[in-house]
């Protein structure tokens, strides 16, 4: 019978084990997708130690919310899909019930799309998420324009990159940011047309040097906590401030000094909206094609070794997805 994997409590990675079960019908609306791929997002983490902001019942609960596979059942009243297409999941709001952790699936019809043809299993597993909330929140929420200057904190992680491969692609000016001095090359080489490390300078200075003086158009927050403020001195007055991250647990200041437009971010906000994700399916099949969005894999593990892929994505912090395979 099909795997999937469960906890029933929260804790660490142990907590996690694999189970199997029949696959379920879908229902109308609905698909079966066989899984080939997952990615392991904070969410998951979050989900399984128990510091969701969303309650997880227990026990028997499942984890994922980014995927890829192939379309395997079609449940009554589906269009436009048919057994076999490649698809790539864009939003699972009930993971704990129907996680992409696992060899298959259900979800609505119109939470997936079809796989870009160019992007194998593994890519395709990991560019979803990191993609779309990049996506949302610099074009559909900061509305991002061609000579925008954007400075993106967490520069190195896979949303980072996301946002500046997508700047890049329309033609904005993306100026990352990172905690270490040894990175700016490879943040560089990733496309950012500045790289600024927080070890070696200050943040506003360097902006303002990049930008001519004027500071930076948007600003995409991808860690927020104290250091947020440093952020708005590097603004220019009437910018925008995109929050989208918590990779500092510690509170956010309330904003203060330049008159700012400030935005706080979840994906689902677009990923639960067939409109934008018509948009988003556009413009990441664009971008794939051309060969200016590509998802950065740090590390691949199997399904068997899901505990072992969590505990690597603890130890963190990674240059690219952690990928696990079916």
Do not use: C
Not at 118 to 138: D, H, N
Not at 172 to 180: M, N, S
Not at 286 to 306: H, M
């Amino acid at each position: 019978m099909p795997r999937v994997v469960v906890f029933d409590e929260f804790g660490g990675p142990e907590a996690m084990h694999i189970v199997e079960e029949p696959a379920l019908e879908p229902s109308a609306g609905e698909v079966r997708v066989r899984i080939e791929a997952f990615a392991v997002n904070p969410l998951d983490q979050m989900m399984r130690s128990g510091t969701s902001p969303v309650p997880i019942p227990l026990p028997h609960a499942r984890l994922g919310i980014e995927g890829t596979g192939v379309v395997d059942a079609l449940g009554p009243q589906v269009t436009g899909l048919k057994i076999g297409d490649p698809v790539i999941l864009t939003a699972i709001p009930d993971a704990s019930v129907r996680g992409s952790y696992a060899e298959y699936t259900t979800v609505p019809a119109n939470r997936v799309i079809v796989r870009p043809a160019s992007l194998g299993g593994t890519e395709a597993a990991a560019i979803w998420v990191a993609f779309s909330t990049a996506f949302g929140a610099l074009v559909e929420k900061a509305r991002m324009q061609p000579g925008d200057h954007v400075l993106i904190t967490a520069a190195s992680g896979s949303v980072g990159r996301a946002a500046m491969q997508i700047a890049n692609q329309i033609g904005a000016l993306p100026i990352g940011v990172t905690r270490h001095a040894a990175k700016k090359d490879d943040l560089l080489a990733a496309g950012a047309t500045a790289a600024i490390a927080t070890d070696q300078t200050d943040i506003a200075e360097a902006v303002h040097h990049h930008t001519g003086g004027t500071g930076a158009d948007i600003i995409l927050d991808l860690v927020t906590g104290p250091g947020q403020q440093d952020l708005l001195t590097a603004a220019r007055p009437g910018g925008t401030l995109v929050a989208a991250g918590f990779l500092d647990p510690r509170p956010t200041p309330f904003p203060t000094g330049a008159p700012l437009t400030i935005f706080s971010y979840r994906s689902f906000e677009h990923t639960l909206d067939d409109v934008v994700v018509k948009r988003m399916s556009a413009f990441l099949n664009a971008g794939v094609r051309l060969g200016a969005l590509q998802p950065a894999i740090d590390k691949v593990f199997t399904l068997n070794d899901i505990v072992e892929a969590h505990r690597h994505f603890e130890k963190g912090p990674h240059t690219g997805k952690v990928v696990v395979t079916t």
